[in-house]
Every structure is written in C-alpha cells, then in structure tokens.
C-alpha cells in the first residue's frame, strides 16, 4: 500500500499534456491548460488590457491638464498613474505611438477636434469631465446614466 502508484500516470499525463492553445509540449509540473505564453495571450483578451484605471480622473494634475488642454501633459499623466506605455495609448485610442511621442514632449499640439474626441474616448474620460461635445455620441449617450448615478440618496 505505501508503494507510490504514480509511475504510470505520471507518464501518461506526461504524454497528453499539450497547451489547449497553441498544442506546444507542457512541462509535467505545470498542471495548467495552457503554456504561458498562451495563458497570457488569453488573460490579455479577457481583461481587454491596456486599461487606464478609473481612480487617476480624480487626481488633481489630471484635471488640470484636462482644463488647461494639455494634452501632452495629460498622456503623461495617465501613462504614469496607470503604469501605462506610449504602445498602449496609441492602441486605446487609435493614435500613432509616434503622434503621442510629439505631443508628450510638446513638439506637437492636439487642435485637431476629432483627435481630442479620439483621445478622450480611448482614455475613457469621465464625461463629467470633458462635456459631451468632446465625445463621441455612442459614448456620451452609453456613459450619461453612470455619470448621475452617485448622486442618488441612499433609501
Ligand atoms: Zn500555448
């Protein structure tokens, strides 16, 4: 009884043990479905990543550059507070990585109005912050119920 029966399972698991993914060969000990690579692949998808976290709307610096249009200031600011590349702006809001380079360093201004609708709606800006004007109507008219809801009292 104490003898350990698990030569021939562990041969046949050994044996089947392929990523769900991508069929590569997993290691015995990883008792996951996927290989790692997949495994990230699939967890990117779900979490729809990149995503600016919706705490930095209300930091100070934020709301100022908001304010003042310092867009530049602004790319900064969300890339810093939500740990966050140039790669990832450019692909929530459609923008190139090298435009966002510019405008980060001040080299180019945004003054074109689509590119502002573009960059508020990738970032997700709260629409208390950036008035409907500057949004997209989907957006605006999906996000005005969230926008009144705090303000209800409890009952
Ligand atoms: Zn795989």
Known sequence: MSALPAVKEATAADHQH????????????????HCSACARRAWRSVSREPR???Q????????TALVERNFGAL???VRRLGSLKQE????????????????ESGTRRLTNIEKIVMLLNGLDVPLELTGPI????????????????PEHPSV
């Open 75 to 77: 790319c900064l600011l």
């Open 134 to 149: 500057l949004r997209s109507a989907d957006t605006s008219m999906a996000r005005i119920p969230q926008c009144v809801e």
């Open 52 to 54: 600016v976290p919706l």
């Open 56 to 63: 930095i709307w209300s930091s100070a610096e934020v709301r």
């Open 88 to 103: 990832d702006l450019a692909e929530l809001t459609g923008l190139s990585q090298a435009f966002l380079s510019m405008l």
């Open 18 to 33: 392929r990523c769900r993914g991508c069929n590569v060969r997993l290691s015995r000990y990883n008792s996951d479905a």
